[in-house]
């Protein structure tokens, strides 16, 4: 178990496997970035949970993109699932947040991937907790 709390992140191939806990500050957005998209990395998985809610988001972002969404790096691999939500964009996303102001301590993401998509899904106690970027 880990805390993402007030720095940004670049995680590894050693982080699979963990849990993070997160919590949003009240100073700055927490950026978490994905390993590089590799089929070497196949497998790899990770837990995010909201520790702690605040008025800034928390980001989980595809390796050389940006929070905002970009055309760099990893950019749109991540395949995010929302019970209910036919929203299509969210199966080509560049980043996942805990979102400012919105988020619930509990919620929660997880992700995986088999080396070409990064697959996430989410529990979230309100509609708006959880969203997919770009």
């Known amino acids: 178990v880990e805390s993402l709390d007030t720095t940004d992140k670049q995680l590894t ?3 699979s496997g963990k849990t993070f806990m997160c919590d949003q500050n009240s100073t700055a ?3 978490v970035f994905l390993p590089q998209m590799s089929t070497k990395i196949a497998g790899w ?3 995010f949970f909201m520790r702690t809610a605040s ?3 928390v980001h989980i972002i595809a390796y050389g993109s940006a929070a905002a969404g970009a055309t760099t790096g990893d950019s ?3 395949v995010y699932l929302e019970e209910g939500d036919t929203n299509t964009a ?3 996303a560049d980043t996942l947040q805990f979102t400012a102001s919105a988020a619930a301590v509990g919620d929660w993401i997880e992700i995986f991937t088999d080396g070409s998509k990064w ?3 989410g ?3 309100a509609d708006a907790s959880i969203t997919a970027v770009g």
Do not use: E, F, K, M
């Open 13 to 15: 191939p050693g982080d």
């Open 123 to 125: 529990h979230a106690v």
């Open 55 to 57: 008025s800034n988001d």
């Open 119 to 121: 697959y996430a899904q």
């Open 29 to 31: 957005d927490v950026d």
């Open 76 to 78: 749109d691999t991540i």
């Open 45 to 47: 998985n990770a837990r």
């Open 90 to 92: 969210n199966l080509a």
